[in-house]
């Protein structure tokens, strides 16, 4: 059955989960064996619905290019596809912490994109997150007081203003909600 939903969790682990839930409710270690490593037809349908419920998972509904808020994922979409571009091409010449900086920004991105078309408010979090990762790639180019200095005064603001940006950032990319 086709996903109905963006999710970049749901999309990569769903399958896990209804995995798992059909071997709980399989007694005998055959016939879990069997659901393990047989088709995946030997899955019961109905688990998906009840997970999609249990974890608050909803069809997105509506074309991808034609809603307004879209925009911001489609150029968070493209700029992430171009870094992973940049990144398989110059992999051998990039150290490991850059990469380790680059694969957090990568997965963040997708995360937060997949959040923000299902219109989660904890995507504003995960932008958080993401900007400290940039925060790190940036502080290992960066002489360190200054990198020091710019950390303290960006999570200064951040912490004295967090409802207003959180408000501000959902109503800019969730069209006033």
């Not at 798992?20 to 998906?48: C, E, Y």
């Not at 490991?96 to 957090?104: D, N, R």
Request: proline share 5%; with cysteine.
């Amino acid at each position: 059955k086709q996903l109905g939903n963006y999710g970049f969790l749901w999309q990569h682990f769903h399958y896990w989960m209804e995995l798992s839930v059909a071997m709980k409710r399989t007694n005998g270690l055959r016939a879990k064996l069997q659901i393990l490593f047989g088709k995946p037809d030997m899955v019961d349908p109905s688990i998906r619905p009840a997970l999609e419920r249990k974890f608050n998972i909803n069809p997105s509904t509506g074309s991808f290019l034609l809603q307004e808020r879209n925009r911001y994922v489609l150029w968070q979409i493209i700029a992430t596809l171009l870094v992973l571009f940049i990144f398989i091409l110059l992999e051998h010449m990039i150290t490991m912490p850059i990469k380790i900086i680059l694969a957090g920004l990568i997965l963040t991105t997708l995360i937060n994109c997949g959040a923000m078309l299902e219109r989660r408010p904890w995507a504003f979090h995960i932008e958080l997150i993401r900007l400290f990762i940039l925060g790190m790639g940036l502080a290992m180019f960066l002489p360190p007081m200054e990198t020091f200095t710019v950390f303290l005064i960006i999570a200064g603001a951040i912490i004295l203003y967090f409802k207003t940006l959180q408000n501000y950032y959902l109503r800019y990319v969730y069209d006033n909600i």
